[in-house]
């Protein structure tokens, strides 16, 4: 196994605040400003796509379908000026045109691993957290949940991508990460990492290896440095792999590669080969 390492500028600047999703060599992200961007050579060269509307200031939460990367899932924030609600759009043409489908909602957003007609986003059901289920590709959407009892603050959905029916939901405050068994309609907790998450990948080859990308400066004192935490026994326990700050993590479902979005020297992506192991 080789360690983490410099992969590409671009990269980085691409994927250290939001999310990344591969299907063959097609890469998705999104930079700082929400801008999406677009790669087919396996990040070695990227286009920006059109935005959604004049209406969206910045793209908030991206998703793709793991099963045909032409389907595409966003959260935009409204412009200047304009009422303080988000939408989801919907594009099927790999970003070139949306359409918009669901309003008041508000990020994350996340396909099913096993089902990619099945998607799911959290917002405001009645005047409660709830979730909110599209089973066909985002066309429309039914509010199927009251999300209890896990507490506001959700920041990360993820899908198990060898167990159907099985998600994930990365709780900020308090810190935790929630499972449903039941396509989201009830939850509980799963662990309590114990320090802040901004994203976790589930292994495609074995459902209790876990990986949580964090912020080094959770875990309290410069020697002990997070970055990208993993379990290797459903939660139970966590060992740190990588020592450098992680905004997110994902698998290739390929190959089982990890690759790690941070702030490495001046803002580089870090790759792993598969287990992550140092």
Same mark, same amino acid.
């Given at each position: 196994?080789?360690?983490?390492?410099?992969?590409?500028?671009? =990269?980085?600047?691409?994927?250290? *605040? &939001?999310?990344?999703?591969?299907?063959?060599?097609?890469?998705?992200?999104?930079?700082?400003?929400g801008?999406?961007?677009?790669?087919?050579?396996?990040? %070695?060269?990227?286009?920006?796509?059109?935005?959604?509307?004049?209406a969206?200031?910045?793209?908030?939460?991206?998703?793709?379908?793991?099963?045909?990367?032409?389907?595409?899932?966003?959260?935009?924030?409204?412009? %200047?000026?304009?009422?303080?609600? *988000?939408?989801?759009?919907?594009?099927?043409?790999?970003?070139?045109?949306?359409?918009?489908?669901?309003?008041? =909602? &508000?990020?994350?957003?996340?396909?099913?691993a096993?089902?990619?007609?099945?998607?799911?986003?959290?917002?405001? !059901?009645?005047? %409660?957290?709830?979730?909110?289920?599209? *089973?066909?590709s985002?066309?429309?959407?039914?509010?199927?949940?009251?999300?209890?009892?896990?507490p506001?603050?959700?920041?990360?959905?993820?899908?198990?991508?060898?167990?159907?029916?099985t998600?994930?939901?990365?709780?900020? &405050?308090?810190?935790?990460?929630?499972?449903?068994t039941?396509?989201?309609a009830?939850?509980?907790?799963?662990? %309590?990492?114990?320090?802040?998450?901004?994203?976790?990948?589930?292994?495609?080859?074995?459902?209790? =290896?876990?990986?949580?990308?964090?912020y080094s400066?959770?875990?309290? !004192?410069?020697?002990?440095?997070?970055?990208?935490?993993?379990? &290797?026994?459903?939660?139970?326990?966590w060992?740190?792999?990588?020592?450098?700050?992680?905004g997110?993590?994902? =698998?290739?479902?390929?190959?089982?590669?990890?690759?790690?979005?941070?702030?490495?020297?001046?803002?580089?992506?870090?790759?792993?080969?598969?287990?992550?192991?140092?």
């Open positions: 196994y080789r360690r983490f390492q410099k992969f590409m500028i671009v =990269v980085l600047l691409l994927l250290h *605040t &939001s999310a990344a999703s591969f299907a063959a060599t097609v890469i998705y992200a999104q930079n700082v400003k801008l999406i961007y677009k790669s087919t050579d396996s990040a %070695k060269t990227w286009q920006q796509l059109p935005p959604m509307t004049s969206a200031v910045a793209t908030a939460a991206l998703a793709v379908d793991p099963q045909n990367s032409n389907n595409l899932y966003s959260i935009y924030f409204p412009a %200047k000026g304009a009422p303080p609600l *988000t939408g989801v759009f919907r594009s099927t043409d790999g970003g070139q045109t949306w359409v918009e489908t669901l309003t008041t =909602v &508000s990020p994350p957003i996340a396909v099913d096993t089902a990619s007609n099945i998607v799911y986003v959290f917002g405001d !059901t009645g005047g %409660k957290l709830g979730m909110w289920r599209s *089973t066909d985002g066309v429309s959407f039914q509010a199927v949940t009251v999300v209890s009892p896990m506001g603050g959700i920041s990360v959905i993820r899908n198990d991508p060898s167990q159907p029916g998600v994930y939901a990365v709780v900020s &405050s308090p810190a935790g990460i929630y499972k449903s039941d396509y989201g009830t939850w509980a907790l799963f662990s %309590k990492p114990g320090v802040g998450v901004t994203d976790l990948a589930i292994d495609p080859k074995n459902s209790s =290896v876990l990986y949580v990308a964090t400066s959770a875990c309290g !004192t410069p020697a002990a440095r997070c970055g990208l935490l993993k379990t &290797s026994d459903a939660g139970k326990t060992q740190a792999i990588f020592g450098d700050d992680c997110n993590v994902v =698998v290739d479902p390929r190959n089982g590669n990890i690759y790690a979005g941070g702030y490495l020297s001046s803002a580089l992506v870090a790759g792993a080969t598969r287990g992550g192991e140092v």
